[in-house]
Every structure is written in structure tokens, then in C-alpha cells.
């Protein structure tokens, strides 16, 4: 065996390999063959697969409305399908259309710049659109403390150690409220009014701020008292003047990065706005109606159509969003492929983020890496949690929930390898806990079915 295997089969397997001999895995050799060997997926059987779906939507609790859809990866082909061209309240499920938006338009190596700038003893805090600017508590994304820091060190070389602060959030205009959002997602801090300067602050209050740049600022001027730099009056919105010297910056993760944590821990806010910058970017509009519009045209760019969906928000919020079962199974499948597509926007990327000095191709691969594994991470981190449960580890999934809504969205492969995307809806909700347990249920079933084609 090369050394290169055995280190691979140790590291993957140790446990095993604690109660076999030396010497006769290096006689055989399976093991390293089995490890190292990529998977090869199969189609499902429909039949097989119908039997399992009709069983378990006999049930009552989906009596009240539901769609299905599923299809195999392997092709794209439809295995089993029920309501699934009814257009339904998607719920969160509507950041996977967000999520296949933002990886066409977006570069998924760029990443988003916050910046400080200086003139005639006035500091700037400039908004890029970062969705995940954060404070210490955040110490893995850009860090406004860190930020304040830089800027404090750079002021002080040139003598100075005192300044008027104001906020720059005017790469993406005015606030935004998309028009059917409840108040009382405010209340509870579900999400801020869109803005180029957000605060992402696990330990800040559950209200939201009625100004999330104002607040930012704010946070940041308590960052540069500290650091020794007195702060005059209160902090103020004003666009930095464009002889503005830069005295301090901080770069977010990568969008794909950015894109997969929205997906994995269903983020409101990351949504909104990414939405908002890749409209801005693409057409050079960052208002509700254009970075919804921009979702369903890029989705369609991929072949699906939006001609009976709608959207009113790009987080699945609003009420008012229609995607069918079908075309979330189809978008699933296509993200999993390599589009062959050219995106020419209108707009300046530059207003928000770094760009690589060498762009990656166009691809939609976050949306497929960005659903969360049953039992592991995310909002599915407490799915599949029974001992022994088919679906952990195969199940990848997108959740939605609003008020009397529970949706699913993701992959699933078989006990034989059959791997599958899938899509159920289910509106009119009235017991959402059973409801969920019997989703979870359905998708074990299918994980320990043994139901690929035979001589495929």
C-alpha cells in the first residue's frame, strides 16, 4: 500500500483499522479502495419511491394543503411529483432562489470592504454592504472594534485625536422596508431595515435598531473612545467626500462563504442585503422591486421559469412569495451543475466589494454547499437527532417556517445511493411540530430505502 492510502485510511478510519492486523490490510488492500473510490450515484426507482411518498402523505396533518416534488441528481428527471406546480408560500426556502441569484451575479471570491476615511478633521465610517460586520463577539468576520483600531493608530501619526463622526450607508440608498413585513419582526430582531452599514451583533438587543448605520456608528464611536480618540456631539449620516483619504479597512469572508452561512443558519438580514448588492451590481437599483425581479430573472437564466411565482422579499418573510415544489427540485439539480452562462452587470462591483485579481467562472455551487446536514449544523442541527436515524448525515436541507407554513428543501441519497433533490410545502399549517416530526419521518423512509434502478 503507498504511504499517501495508508494515511488516508488511518486518518478516515482509525477505528477499524484498531481491530484488523497490520498485516492483512496491506495484504488486501479493500479498504483503501472503498475510501478512496468516488461514490457513484444512481437514479431512484419511481415506483418504489411513490410507494413510500403516498404512505406517508395519507396522513391527515397534510390534508390542509401540500406540495411535493422529487428528482433524481443524476439527470434532472422527475421521480415523484404531487401539487407540485401549485405555487405556495415558501417561507425561507425562498433564499435558495436569493442564494442561486447572488452566485450568478456575484463574484464568490470577492469579498465586501468596510472602509474609514478622513478629511478636514471629519471621519467617515463607510458602508460596503458587508452583511456579517461585526463586533468582538464575532471574531471571525470583519470586527468594527478591529476597525476603530486601525483607524485610532493612523490618526494619531498624524497628530490628531480629536473628530466629528459621520456614517457613509450610500451604496445602497435610502433604508429599506420591503411593504407587507410585520412589525413584529422588528420587535423581535427577525431582521433591521436593509442597509449598506449593518451591525451583525449577536449580543445586541432583540428590538432592532430603527437606524442600523446610526447604531453602527455609534458602536464604532464607543470603539474609537477607547482607543483614545475623543468623538464630537453625535454621530451623523453624510457621504464622504470624494477627495476622502482612506485611513483604515476590514474585508468579510467571500461571498461564498457569505451565501452558505445564510443558507446554513437561515439569515434574514445576510439576505436581504446580499440581494440588494447584487441588484445594485447587475442593474444599478438596490430597491426592493429590482432585487426581487433580478431573483426570478437569474433563476430564470438556469431554465426555470418564474411566470407563475412571485416574490416581495428575498429572505421569505413576506406572505406574499409563490414558488412552486417543482422549481425548487429543478434548481436544486441545476446549481449541482456547472451553468454555462456569462453575467454582464451594469452597475460598479467596486462600490462593495474587492474583486480577485483572477474571477472564478459563473457557478451556483453554494446552494448545494450551503444546505445544512440533518443533525449537524444550522437549523438542522436538531433534525434527525434520534439514534441511529436514516437522515442524518444524508439529508441536506433548507427549512422554512412562517405562521401556519412549514417547508423542506434539499437533497437526500438512499441506502443504495440513489441521490435525490426534493421540495415539500405545506400551508395552512395548524399543528407545525407534527407536521415537521412527519416531514423528518418521510425523508428516514426514503433514506433507508433501498430503491435505485436495478441494472442501471
Known amino acids: 500500500m503507498k504511504l499517501s492510502k495508508l494515511i488516508a485510511v488511518n486518518l478516515l478510519l482509525l477505528p477499524i483499522l484498531l481491530n484488523q492486523s497490520s498485516a492483512n490490510a496491506e495484504e488486501k488492500n479493500e479498504l483503501a479502495s472503498v475510501v478512496l473510490e468516488p461514490l457513484i450515484y444512481k437514479s431512484a426507482d419511481s415506483t418504489l419511491i411513490e410507494n413510500i411518498v403516498t404512505k406517508q402523505l395519507s396522513n391527515p396533518l397534510y390534508s390542509t394543503g401540500y406540495g411535493i416534488s422529487i ?28 442564494a442561486a441569484s447572488n452566485s450568478l451575479t456575484l463574484d464568490l471570491d470577492a469579498k465586501f470592504v468596510t472602509k474609514v476615511k478622513f478629511l478636514d478633521n471629519n471621519v467617515y465610517l463607510v458602508g460596503g454592504g458587508d452583511p456579517q460586520l461585526g463586533t468582538e463577539s464575532n471574531p471571525r468576520k470583519a470586527d468594527l472594534e478591529d476597525l476603530a483600531k486601525q483607524t485610532a493608530e493612523n490618526l494619531k501619526k498624524f497628530n490628531v485625536f480629536e473628530v466629528n463622526l459621520f456614517v457613509d450607508d450610500s451604496s445602497l440608498g435610502p433604508l429599506q422596508r420591503p411593504v407587507d413585513w ?63 483619504f482612506d485611513v483604515a479597512t476590514e474585508y468579510s469572508k467571500s461571498v461564498a462563504q457569505i451565501i452558505e452561512d445564510m443558507l446554513i443558519i437561515s439569515n434574514n438580514q445576510d439576505s436581504e442585503i446580499l440581494a440588494r448588492v447584487a441588484s445594485d451590481i447587475a442593474t444599478k437599483d438596490p430597491s426592493t422591486n429590482a432585487a426581487t425581479e433580478l431573483v426570478l430573472k437569474d433563476v430564470e437564466k438556469l431554465g426555470i421559469s418564474s411566470v407563475d411565482n412571485a416574490l416581495s422579499d428575498t429572505s421569505g418573510l413576506s406572505r406574499s412569495n409563490k414558488i412552486s415544489p417543482s422549481d425548487f427540485t429543478n434548481l436544486i439539480y ?123
Request: hydrophobic share 35%; net charge negative.
Open 71 to 98: 428528482r433524481n441528481l443524476t439527470d434532472g428527471s422527475v421521480v415523484f411529483e404531487s401539487n407540485a406546480d401549485d405555487s405556495m408560500m415558501p417561507a425561507s426556502l425562498t433564499k435558495i432562489y436569493t
Open 182 to 244: 410585520l412589525d413584529n419582526y422588528f420587535r423581535s430582531s427577525e431582521v433591521h431595515l436593509i442597509s449598506a452599514l449593518n451591525l451583525d451583533d449577536p449580543l445586541a438587543p432583540s428590538q432592532a435598531p430603527e437606524d442600523p448605520s446610526i447604531t453602527t456608528g455609534q458602536t464604532f464611536a464607543v470603539y474609537l473612545i477607547k482607543n483614545d480618540i475623543k468623538v464630537n456631539g453625535l454621530v451623523y449620516r453624510k457621504k464622504a467626500p470624494s477627495d476622502a
Open 334 to 456: 441545476k446549481s449541482v451543475l456547472k451553468p454555462d452562462l456569462i453575467i454582464e452587470n451594469k452597475g460598479d462591483p467596486t462600490k462593495f466589494l474587492t474583486i480577485p485579481s483572477f474571477s472564478i467562472p459563473v457557478d451556483t455551487w453554494p446552494v448545494f454547499t450551503g444546505l445544512p446536514t440533518g443533525h449537524g449544523l444550522g437549523t438542522m442541527e436538531k433534525r434527525f437527532n434520534e439514534e441511529k436515524s436514516p437522515g442524518r448525515g444524508v439529508v441536506r436541507a433548507k427549512t422554512g417556517t412562517l405562521n401556519q407554513v412549514i417547508t423542506l428543501a434539499g437533497t437526500i441519497t438512499t441506502k443504495d445511493n440513489s441521490f435525490l433533490s426534493f421540495a415539500i410545502l405545506v400551508n395552512r399549517v395548524e399543528k407545525p411540530n407534527m407536521v415537521r416530526e412527519e416531514l423528518d419521518n418521510l425523508l428516514n423512509e426514503i433514506a433507508r430505502c433501498e430503491c435505485a434502478v436495478v441494472n442501471e
